[in-house]
């Protein structure tokens, strides 16, 4: 193939691509390594409440007189990590659900997608807080009666990896089950079912790998919808708890306390940006990779 029509290629001479690859890169290595990097005392409570940003508090303090850098570091860190795992769910069960429905076809694909029709009517905000109010407190005590004190604390970030990922996944299904259903009679399958091959290895190895292109593209348009929906839970105070942090939660502190008599400007500037620069490169890439690796732009 020629160099200049490969999607590396183009992903490489794509300036939107590689700038937002840079901010992905430096937010990933801050969110894992910057909290540690700070001072001990930068997540420690304090009487330093609402300094504002200065030399030695660059972003400020919060309301509690904590370094407002180390929060947005470590909200990062939580938000990041939920939108990531949270997004492989949704692409694992969004993977696997549509292929099998695509697959099989007939009354068994009409019935799977009348499924997925009937999990997109639901209101999906509702459906969320439902799902975390009834498996977060069956999860802490299934922490404590297996001696898992020290994990009770995160149960809330387990919850929402799950239950976001149980909910982003039905536009991948639909996506997967349509290209399922163009591939499925092409010649090369078609062939593999001449010589006898099986199903599984029909799906996984000539149907699997030209999805592959298709599903990354979509993963890495899920992740910032996931953060969103992470942020949102926990703005509302159905997410992450305190003392952790994550962007939607320092928003929620910051919205508490600023007032038209004083405001606490940097409460809010420091944490949208931060949340503002990764959605926006994740979006960036996503479109980046689509566009590369759509065969039609190949051509």
Request: with cysteine; glycine share 10%; net charge positive.
């Given at each position: 193939?020629?160099?200049?029509?490969?999607?590396?290629?183009?992903?490489?001479?794509?300036?939107?691509?590689?700038?937002?690859?840079?901010?992905?890169?430096?937010?990933?290595?801050?969110?894992?390594?910057?909290?540690?990097?700070?001072?001990?005392?930068?997540?420690?409570?304090?009487?330093?409440?609402?300094?504002?940003?200065?030399?030695?508090?660059?972003?400020?303090?919060d309301?509690?007189?904590?370094?407002?850098?180390?929060?947005?570091?470590?909200?990062?860190?939580?938000?990041?990590l939920?939108?990531?795992?949270?997004?492989?769910?949704?692409?694992?069960?969004?993977?696997?659900?549509?292929?099998?429905?695509?697959?099989?076809?007939?009354?068994?694909d009409?019935?799977?997608?009348?499924?997925?029709?009937?999990?997109?009517?639901i209101?999906?905000?509702?459906?969320l807080?439902?799902?975390?109010?009834?498996?977060?407190?069956?999860?802490?005590?299934?922490?404590?009666?297996?001696?898992l004190?020290?994990?009770?604390?995160?149960?809330?970030?387990?919850?929402?990896?799950?239950?976001?990922?149980?909910?982003?996944?039905?536009?991948?299904?639909?996506?997967?089950r349509?290209?399922?259903?163009s591939?499925?009679?092409?010649?090369?399958?078609?062939?593999?079912?001449?010589?006898?091959?099986?199903?599984?290895n029909?799906?996984?190895?000539?149907?699997?790998?030209n999805?592959?292109?298709?599903?990354?593209?979509?993963?890495?348009l899920?992740?910032?919808?996931v953060?969103?929906?992470?942020?949102?839970?926990s703005?509302?105070?159905?997410?992450v708890?305190?003392?952790?942090?994550?962007?939607?939660?320092?928003l929620?502190?910051?919205?508490?306390?600023?007032?038209?008599?004083?405001?606490?400007?940097w409460?809010?500037?420091f944490?949208?940006?931060?949340?503002?620069?990764?959605?926006?490169?994740?979006?960036?890439?996503?479109?980046?990779?689509?566009?590369a690796l759509?065969?039609?732009?190949?051509?």
């Amino acid at each position: 193939m020629n160099d200049s029509r490969s999607p590396w290629f183009k992903l490489r001479r794509n300036p939107a691509v590689v700038f937002s690859a840079g901010i992905l890169l430096v937010a990933a290595l801050a969110a894992v390594f910057g909290p540690s990097l700070l001072p001990a005392s930068a997540g420690e409570v304090t009487r330093n409440s609402f300094l504002p940003p200065s030399g030695q508090h660059l972003f400020g303090t919060d309301l509690n007189g904590r370094d407002l850098l180390y929060r947005v570091l470590l909200g990062a860190r939580i938000s990041m990590l939920v939108g990531v795992t949270g997004a492989l769910v949704s692409f694992a069960v969004g993977i696997i659900y549509g292929m099998i429905a695509g697959y099989v076809g007939g009354q068994a694909d009409s019935i799977m997608m009348r499924l997925v029709d009937t999990l997109y009517a639901i209101p999906r905000l509702i459906f969320l807080l439902v799902l975390i109010s009834a498996l977060d407190p069956a999860l802490r005590h299934t922490m404590a009666t297996h001696g898992l004190q020290g994990l009770i604390g995160y149960s809330k970030i387990f919850i929402l990896i799950l239950c976001l990922g149980l909910t982003e996944w039905l536009t991948m299904a639909r996506i997967i089950r349509g290209q399922i259903l163009s591939l499925k009679s092409q010649q090369f399958v078609l062939a593999a079912r001449s010589i006898g091959q099986s199903h599984l290895n029909i799906i996984f190895q000539h149907l699997l790998p030209n999805l592959v292109g298709l599903a990354l593209v979509y993963l890495t348009l899920t992740v910032p919808a996931v953060i969103l929906d992470e942020s949102f839970l926990s703005f509302l105070g159905v997410g992450v708890q305190a003392p952790l942090a994550s962007w939607g939660l320092l928003l929620a502190d910051a919205a508490q306390v600023i007032n038209p008599i004083k405001g606490y400007w940097w409460l809010l500037l420091f944490p949208v940006i931060a949340m503002s620069l990764t959605l926006l490169a994740l979006n960036f890439l996503g479109d980046g990779l689509r566009d590369a690796l759509d065969p039609r732009q190949r051509k």
